[in-house]
């Protein structure tokens, strides 16, 4: 596995893995490689000399990097499709805030392979056949990993960050890599996260004191800290919010999340262990957490158990999911 990792004035690769195919990438934006004692590879200088500076030369090297596996054309049609999008919207904000939406009411986030043993894959043709064709949800590098891919295409400059989620039970940060958001540079950078769950509905500005409400009650913050940047949900103006991740301003390619993938689908106490399925409608959002079906409209809340046999229709009715096998 590569990663793209701050280091002082430099950029470089946290380990050894399939460095050769950014090469080309990195001469075309002026840059260099140099190996250090440990047979890692730094960036030596980029196009301005500064290599420092994030929102110029780092967020261009970054948007020319390979989301996905090339050579296969991502299928824009189908996936507006999928989202309820008769056409694709200018690649303004605008244009950002109604894809983003309309993928969270269309596609839900859900773990239901790794709760059935099926093995998840990252290539592309894999996630398209998944949630396009076989009108799946996914969980987080699934998600994010495909809309990235879409973004792009349709014009936006996207770079994908690693995020470390926040376990309220075992009161401590997650693994590197434990979750994907995308960073959009428009007029400003923007935060995106189709694949959290219970996340913000638009795009949040990348800045510390950024906040939005969320209609089933409570405000998203963001704040930076240590030189991170910290996504928090706080219930009213009188409490502190409780953190949800935390992630840093270095650009990856979806490769970089495989790892993290596998351990999550064999390793992961929670998504091994219970079922998760979460779509937002327009103001709420539905959750199946293992038996217990949980919907929230406004500030109205409802909870049931549900049978095992009703699952099947629960899931195609309220998630539009039909599960095969």
């Not at 290539?123 to 998600?143: N, S, V, W």
């Amino acid at each position: 596995m590569s990663s793209v990792v701050a280091n002082g004035g430099n950029v470089g690769w946290a380990s050894a893995g399939p460095r050769t195919r950014h090469r080309d990438v990195l001469a075309a934006h002026g840059a260099s490689l140099r190996p250090d004692a440990d047979g890692r590879s730094y960036l030596q200088s980029v196009p301005d000399g500064q290599p420092g500076r994030w929102n110029t030369d780092l967020a261009a090297f970054a948007h020319d990097l390979p989301v996905v596996h090339p050579g296969t054309a991502l299928d824009v049609p189908a996936y507006l499709a999928r989202i309820g999008l008769d056409a694709a919207p200018v690649a303004d904000l605008a244009g950002l805030q109604r894809l983003q939406l309309a993928h969270l009411v269309s596609i839900p986030f859900e773990n239901l392979d790794i709760a059935t043993g099926r093995p998840m894959s990252l290539a592309l043709p894999a996630l398209q056949a998944k949630i396009l064709g076989a009108r799946r949800g996914g969980f987080c590098y699934e998600l994010n990993g495909l809309f990235a891919e879409l973004l792009r295409v349709l014009g936006f400059r996207v770079t994908l960050l690693a995020a470390e989620t926040w376990s309220p039970e075992a009161m401590r940060w997650g693994r590197p890599f434990d979750h994907l958001v995308l960073r959009v540079d428009l007029d400003r950078p923007y935060l995106v996260d189709v694949g959290f769950g219970d996340s913000f509905r638009e795009p949040l500005p990348l800045a510390a004191g950024a906040e939005q409400s969320d209609p089933t009650g409570g405000v998203f913050q963001l704040t930076r800290d240590d030189g991170r940047w910290l996504l928090a949900k706080r219930a009213s103006d009188d409490e502190p919010g409780s953190p949800l991740f935390r992630f840093d301003d270095v650009p990856h390619v979806l490769d970089d999340f495989a790892e993290a993938c596998r351990w999550q689908q064999e390793s992961s106490t929670f998504f091994t262990r219970h079922r998760v399925v979460e779509l937002l409608t327009p103001g709420g959002r539905r959750v199946l957490f293992d038996n217990r079906y949980l919907t929230r409209e406004g500030v109205e809340r409802g909870e049931r158990t549900v049978a095992e046999a009703e699952v099947p229709d629960l899931l195609r009715e309220r998630f539009g999911l039909e599960i095969q096998g």
